[in-house]
T-cell receptor, first 114, second 111 residues
Framework: NAGVTQTPKFQVLKTGQSMTLQCAQD?????MYWYRQDPGMGLRLIYY???????DKGEVPNGYNVSRLNKREFSLRLESAAPSQTSVYFC?????????????FGSGTRLTVV | AQSVAQPEDQVNVAEGNPLTVKCTYS??????LFWYVQYPNRGLQFLLK??????LVKGSYGFEAEFNKSQTSFHLKKPSALVSDSALYFC?????????FGGGTRLMVKP
């Protein structure tokens, strides 16, 4: 099983450019999440989708938008990239309402904005 | 709101020695606690979790963690460290089906 698949793995953008990070899971999970990882700051939640058709802001949503395309796919869009958005982005999924289960993570997208 | 603290940015240990990576949490109610490991250029991998029951939980790769309710701690331990254990370790608390992560601790095991 692939688990959680993220594309692309690496990306370099110029300030002001836009792009969409793709995420897909094949575990039939209801909930999906987007995190960013920055040195010394751990993982911070950008947006999440508790179930198909719903999305909510996390801790650091500014500058991002998301789309829960279907149960499998959850994309993250940067409309106008800024250097402060240079980070490693992780998508994750989990069973909804199951606190005793952890998350399954993708391998990440390393984004550099110049 | 829940929070997790990992007070050490880095832990250095010699191969064969015991290791401890510290984690404290703050949450109202019963915490569901997790440890994840991240190897270079990889996503986070689940190590172990505490939900209820025995305060000492065992996980993957010989790791274990001790839940201490009075000290609100969930320290990760291993009796004998391996060089291959060198990685970034994250503690997390799940409250309301949302994981909140600590800042991470880099474990360096030297031969």
């Amino acid at each position: 099983n692939a688990g959680v698949t993220q594309t692309p793995k690496f990306q370099v953008l110029k300030t002001g450019q836009s792009m969409t990070l793709q995420c897909a899971q094949d575990m039939n999970h209801n909930s999906m999440y987007w995190y960013r990882q920055d040195p010394g700051m751990g993982l911070r939640l950008i947006y999440y989708s508790a179930s198909e058709g719903t999305t909510d802001k996390g801790e650091v949503p500014n500058g991002y938008n998301v789309s829960r395309l279907n149960k499998r796919e959850f994309s993250l869009r940067l409309e106008s990239a800024a250097p402060s958005q240079t980070s490693v982005y992780f998508c994750a999924s989990s069973e909804a309402g199951q606190r005793n289960y952890g998350y399954t993570f993708g391998s990440g997208t390393r984004l550099t904005v110049v | 709101a829940q929070s997790v603290a990992q007070p050490e940015d880095q832990v250095n240990v010699a191969e064969g020695n015991p290791l401890t990576v510290k984690c404290t949490y703050s949450v109202s109610g019963n915490p569901y606690l997790f440890w994840y490991v991240q190897y270079p250029n990889r996503g986070l991998q689940f190590l172990l979790k505490y939900i209820t029951g025995d305060n000492l939980v065992k996980g993957s790769y010989g790791f274990e963690a001790e839940f201490n309710k009075s000290q609100t701690s969930f320290h990760l331990k291993k009796p004998s460290a391996l060089v291959s254990d060198s990685a970034l370790y994250f503690c997390a608390v799940n409250y309301g089906n949302m994981l909140t992560f600590g800042g991470g601790t880099r474990l360096m095991v030297k031969p």
